[in-house]
């Protein structure tokens, strides 16, 4: 131990500093304290200073303000009554999902037993977005994800079952379907009285969803299309009786006068005939949701089920795609800050990688996407 004037210096033995190094230090720390004291009309100066407005949060404390806006990066999107009827859903939704659901039990039967469906039915979990005047709850985006993650959080296998009937199985009657269509099927389906599914995926056709083999032609009497073909993987296969299938239709070109196959896709109800189901698949998790082979033989279709307007109009689902991800390309190329920096700046490769990683950046980044969704389409 050495010691300097009011100064303790603990060293090792044998390695005691040369008296001048420990001066030199001493009179450098005197000097710099010196020239603090001098700086201090200066400091005093620029804290007099007007601030300038930063939403950065850590600066706008030392002001003693708080500014959320970029540690809670959730903007306030939806109005006084949304914001209500989500905070009535929500521990409504808890509680059906934590009390009543068993994602175990679900697991083991391979389905969800009918009185858990019915607390569904009666909690409106299968036409959330339907609108209410044809018998759904009628929410947008933002309140059907916040929905979906109660769901998520509690039984994966469920969410794929009422997920399936509405965010793919209905969705295209609900967004691109004609008045008659809404109110022939939107109601019974957004009440959970019947089921629907979205048939797209073919042995030979997965993502290049255009190679579908599976089609449809005319009847001789020009009233319905006639449906052959097989899909597989499809969820609520062996439950639904509405079904959202996609097939190839000829279609003319009438300014080339050539025939073309093209896409179109067709609102099919098991009641029509010729549409039958394989067994389960034997997956090895989100066992309660069924998913199966569908057949469609010789399956008559009335001209005014194809799905929106026009026949060939079929790679909707591929534009419907394209609108999603729009506001979402705007968004991440646009203005909006997010973990408190442009998204823009953050798109390398490694940085997007990274935050798709974290749960709680996915959260964020879908919570935009929803936002931006709704204020896309309303
Ligand atoms: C549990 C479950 C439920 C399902 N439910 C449904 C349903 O309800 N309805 C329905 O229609 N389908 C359903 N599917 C099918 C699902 O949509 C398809 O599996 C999906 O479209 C991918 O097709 P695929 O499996 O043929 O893979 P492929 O298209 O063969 O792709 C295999 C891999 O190659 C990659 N890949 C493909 N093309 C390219 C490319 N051009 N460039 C780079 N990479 C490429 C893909 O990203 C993927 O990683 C379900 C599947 C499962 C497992």
């Given at each position: 131990m050495h010691k300097f004037g009011r100064m303790l210096v603990l060293v090792p033995k044998g390695q005691a500093p040369e008296v001048s190094v420990l001066h030199n230090q001493i009179s450098s720390r005197l000097q710099s304290t010196q020239a603090a004291s001098q700086e201090k009309p200066k400091k005093e100066k620029n804290m007099s200073k007007k601030a300038v407005h930063s939403k950065s949060f850590v600066q706008n404390v030392f002001r003693g303000i708080i500014e959320p806006e970029q540690v809670f990066p959730y903007p306030n999107v939806l109005d006084a009554d949304q914001r209500e009827t989500l905070e009535m859903l929500v521990p409504m939704g808890e509680?059906?999902?934590?009390?009543?659901?068993?994602?175990?039990?679900?697991?083991?039967?391979?389905?969800?037993?009918?009185?858990?469906?019915?607390?569904?039915?009666?909690?409106?979990?299968?036409?959330?977005?339907v609108p209410e005047e044809l018998g759904g709850v009628g929410l947008t985006n933002t309140q059907y994800g916040r929905m979906t993650e109660i769901v998520g959080m509690n039984d994966l296998g469920l969410g794929i079952f009422i997920g399936a009937h509405q965010s793919i199985g209905f969705k295209g009657i609900l967004l691109v379907g004609t008045p008659e269509q809404k109110e022939q099927y939107l109601p019974e389906l957004a009440s959970g009285e019947k089921f629907a599914a979205f048939a797209l995926t073919e042995p030979g056709a997965g993502s290049d969803a255009g190679s579908v083999k599976t089609n449809a032609k005319l009847s001789s009497d020009g009233k319905h299309w006639i449906l052959n073909g097989a899909k597989i993987w499809i969820s609520n296969g062996g439950i639904a009786e509405v079904f959202t299938v996609f097939a190839k239709t000829?279609?003319?070109?009438?300014?080339?006068g050539t025939t073309t196959e093209k896409v179109t896709a067709f609102i099919v109800e098991r009641s029509f005939g010729g549409v039958t189901n394989g067994p389960p698949e034997n997956k090895m998790g989100i066992k309660c949701s069924n998913t199966a082979e569908v057949y469609f033989d010789n399956t008559p279709i009335p001209v005014e089920n194809v799905l929106g307007v026009r026949v060939g109009d079929g790679d909707l689902c591929t534009e419907l795609l394209a609108l999603v991800l729009a506001p979402q390309h705007d968004h991440v190329h646009g203005e909006d800050v997010v973990f408190l920096v442009r998204l823009e700046e953050e798109s390398g490769p490694v940085h997007i990688t990274e935050h798709l990683a974290d749960p709680f950046d996915v959260r964020v980044l879908l919570f935009f996407l929803r936002q931006r969704f709704d204020s896309e389409t309303s």
């Open positions: 509680r059906v999902f934590g009390e009543v659901n068993d994602p175990l039990l679900n697991d083991k039967l391979g389905e969800v037993p009918e009185e858990t469906t019915q607390q569904l039915r009666e909690l409106g979990a299968f036409g959330m977005q000829p279609v003319l070109d009438e300014a080339t």
